[in-house]
């Protein structure tokens, strides 16, 4: 049993690397498709770096409260970028065409804050 949750934590270590398909995003600078701006959504996959770290065999209070701390702390990372991203979006209207990156970056922002703040927390 030991050894089936060593071989799940490296391949959850692992899929951080897909996170590197988000540089695909950047071919919207060649083609001017704007399909290709949600590529940068890939980015979120990085947090599987941070998740891969953390050793925990049995879950216990401590985990589930930081859990549960690591989720209202990404809420409010979300409220707080679609609040700029409803102000922005009414104000510049240059913002609409990038719309899409902007909602893919969101995405991959409020992954990496649940990580790397679940991360932290079980760390300290």
């Not at 799940?8 to 995003?25: A, D, I, S, T, Y």
Request: net charge neutral; charged share 20%.
């Amino acid at each position: 049993m030991t050894s089936q949750k060593n071989t799940f934590r490296k391949r959850n270590w692992q899929m951080g690397f897909l996170g590197f398909l988000g540089c695909m995003g950047f071919r919207y600078f060649y083609t001017w498709d704007p399909t290709d701006l949600s590529w940068f959504a890939f980015f979120a996959y990085f947090a599987y770096f941070w998740l891969g770290r953390i050793h925990v065999d049995v879950p216990d209070e401590r985990y589930y409260a930081d859990v549960k701390e690591a989720k209202a702390f990404t809420l409010n990372v979300l409220l707080g970028e679609v609040a700029l991203l409803f102000i922005l979006g009414i104000l510049w209207e240059g913002l609409r065409e990038w719309m899409v990156v902007a909602v893919a970056i969101c995405f991959a922002s409020a992954v990496l804050a649940y990580a790397i703040r679940l991360y932290y927390l079980e760390e300290k």
